[in-house]
């Protein structure tokens, strides 16, 4: 069965500190997507990220970070420098990749970024 | 205009009541789908639609109904409303063919009292 963890129920950082959310999953399909989506105190979801299992290149956007580790089963999203605006509750989410209508969703990690 | 359209966005009611929420899409893309969110449980998958004549339960189908009355539209129903439907709903959109992840509407805020 598939199943995404998140941790991290909630993180508090003071803005310009770095933080990482983490993110382990499970699987047993050798070939499978993984997401990480943000919701916003206005409650939309904005996604952020796909990977494929693939590849196991780290991802740089800006602030963002993603390192992919299939030997830990783990997708870490490290914000670099937090501002207020980064405030949000963090989902990641992980699909089949044959299958990507079925979205399983991690329950959330909901970072607080105070100035 | 936004590509994933959701009304209403807020709706309050009563145990028993029919309720019904739509979805509604400016991008063609031929698959919609419909979830809750609840503190703590994140998102969990109600029905999924392929096109208008191939609609799919997902992890959490009983209670609810949906309707994709044409491409462009998928509607979600809760033909007797309890207190424990109370959460946020959304409604998203994927495309086969351009294999985009799925893309999800401003949701749906739900409670029955």
């Known amino acids: 069965a598939q199943k995404v963890t998140q941790a991290q129920t909630e993180i508090s950082v003071v803005e310009k500190e770095d933080v990482t959310l983490d993110c382990v999953y499970e699987?047993?399909?050798?070939?499978?997507?993984l997401f990480w989506y943000k919701q916003p105190p206005s409650g939309e979801l904005v996604f952020l990220i796909r990977r494929n299992s693939f590849d196991e290149q780290n991802e740089i956007s800006g602030r963002y970070s993603w390192n992919f580790q299939k030997s830990t089963s783990s997708f870490n999203f490290t914000i670099t420098a937090s501002q207020v605006v980064d405030s949000a509750v963090y989902f990641c989410?992980?699909?089949?990749?044959?299958?990507?209508?079925?979205?399983?969703f991690g329950t959330g990690t909901r970072l607080q970024v105070f100035p | 205009d936004a590509d994933v359209t959701q009304t209403p966005r807020n709706r309050i009611t009563k145990t028993g009541k029919r309720i019904m929420l739509e979805c509604s899409q400016t991008?063609?893309?031929?698959?919609m789908y419909w979830y809750r969110q609840d503190p703590g449980l994140g998102l969990r998958l109600i029905y999924y639609s392929f096109d208008v004549k191939d609609i799919n339960k997902g992890e959490i189908s009983d209670g609810y109904s949906v309707s994709r009355q044409a491409q462009a539209k998928f509607s979600l129903s809760l033909e007797s409303a309890i207190p424990n439907q109370t959460a946020l709903y959304f409604c998203a959109i994927s495309d086969r063919i351009s294999n985009q992840p799925q893309h999800f509407g401003d949701g749906t805020r739900l409670s029955i009292l």
């Open positions: 989410a992980l699909s089949e990749a044959w299958n990507t209508d079925k979205l399983i």
């Open positions: 699987t047993r399909d050798t070939t499978y997507y």
């Open positions: 991008k063609g893309h031929d698959r």
